[in-house]
Each structure stands twice: as C-alpha cells, then as structure tokens.
C-alpha cells in the first residue's frame, strides 16, 4: 500500500507565496516521475510542474518564473513553491506520483493525492 499526504494549502492574498508539500509513504521500490496539478471549478485538471527521477522539470506557460518544483528523494516528497501567486492560480492542487512497487519494482503505478485547495483572493 502507498499513501500520498498533501499539505500547504490556504487563503493568500494576491502577490503571496504558498508552499504545498507532498510525501508518499507505504511500500515503495523507488519513485519516478513528480509532479503537481490544478483543477479549478468548471475547468480540466491541468499540468502544473512536473519533475522527473532525475531532477528535470517542466512547467505550465502560466506557472513559469513564478513557481518552483523540487523533490527530496530520501523523504520521498515533492514541493510546489508558489510566489506571485494570482487570483487566477485559485484550484484544488494535486500531487501526481509514479511509484514502482513489489519485488525488485516490477510493477508501476500511478498515484494521486487528496488534494488541497490553494485560494488566491485580489
């Protein structure tokens, strides 16, 4: 069994910084692919920042220079660092984390976690 916590979630107000954090726990080979994304009322979820094993990222047009993704392998947990943040980035946030599992990893899975709710008020 795996588990994904988020934290970090809140009310700020426009120009604020959040910082959402999410650890997977449980029984995990080794992780791969990070990454965080949004879905605001009425909308798709979307891609915000992803991170590969690696330590290579992607972003959202939308999100570029003003969030930061990173991860610290030995906590097995992703960080979404969110400044500037705009009325517009108001969502559920969610973390989406690919985890290999069961003997010698042979098997991958995708997780998510429960989400957490990130209000930016103007």
């Known amino acids: ?23 997977a726990s449980g029984s995990i080979f080794s992780i791969n692919a990070m990454g965080w994304y949004r879905q605001a009322p009425g909308k798709q979820r979307e891609l915000v920042a992803g991170i590969t094993s690696g330590g290579s990222t992607n972003y959202a047009d939308s999100v570029k220079g003003r969030f930061a993704i990173s991860r610290d392998n030995a906590k097995n947990t992703v960080y979404l660092q969110m400044n500037s943040l705009k009325p517009e980035d108001t969502a559920v946030y969610y973390c989406n984390v690919i985890i290999r599992v069961g003997v010698l990893g042979a098997l991958e899975y995708d997780y998510w976690g429960q989400g957490t709710q990130v209000t930016v008020s103007s």
Not at 5 to 23: D, H, K, N, T
């Open 1 to 23: 069994q795996v588990q994904l916590v988020e934290s970090g979630g809140g009310l700020v107000q426009a120009g604020g910084s959040l910082r959402l954090s999410c650890a």
